[in-house]
């Protein structure tokens, strides 16, 4: 049974969000796909050379080493080694955490004030309720352009 604060969550897959995408921008699903899938391979091989990653407004992956510890196995209550571990840390970009903070307006009725995007600008979203941030115009098919990070 759901409590107050428990958010009801979808589970939303590579395929749905490529369908999503190709939808919205018009182009052919297997492009889409190839454009993704060529993303997320950058994304695990710099990450696999220890690089950061940034992205504005979105978040920053990093790589991070778990120290070494002494854990306890819960039924015998022996001590274990637990060895170092490299893992992978998120820390979301603020358009991110406005994007979840709304998620506690859901169920408690409070509000999110979206804070300035720049010095004298306020964050909010535009008619089909995408922040102007992660959304960009559509290149038309004669002058594409690319768009930086």
């Given at each position: ?70 854990a306890q ?39 999110v004030e ?36």
């Amino acid at each position: 049974m759901a409590t107050d604060n428990e958010i009801k969550s979808k589970t939303v897959t590579k395929k749905e969000l490529i369908d999503r995408i190709a939808d919205e921008t018009g182009e052919k699903r297997v492009t889409v796909k190839k454009i993704v899938q060529s993303f997320l391979d950058e994304v695990v091989n710099d990450l696999g050379e220890g690089n950061r990653l940034e992205f504005r407004d979105f978040g920053v992956f990093e790589v991070r080493e778990r120290r070494a510890r002494i854990a306890q196995n819960p039924k015998t209550l022996e001590r274990v080694e637990v060895p170092s571990k490299w893992s992978v840390k998120f820390k979301a970009g603020r358009l991110m955490r406005i994007a979840t903070e709304k998620l506690g307006g859901m169920t408690s009725g409070a509000t999110v004030e979206a804070k300035p995007a720049g010095r004298n600008s306020a964050v909010t979203p535009n008619h089909d309720g995408h922040h102007a941030a992660f959304t960009e115009a559509k290149p038309s098919a004669t002058a594409r352009t690319n768009i930086g990070s």
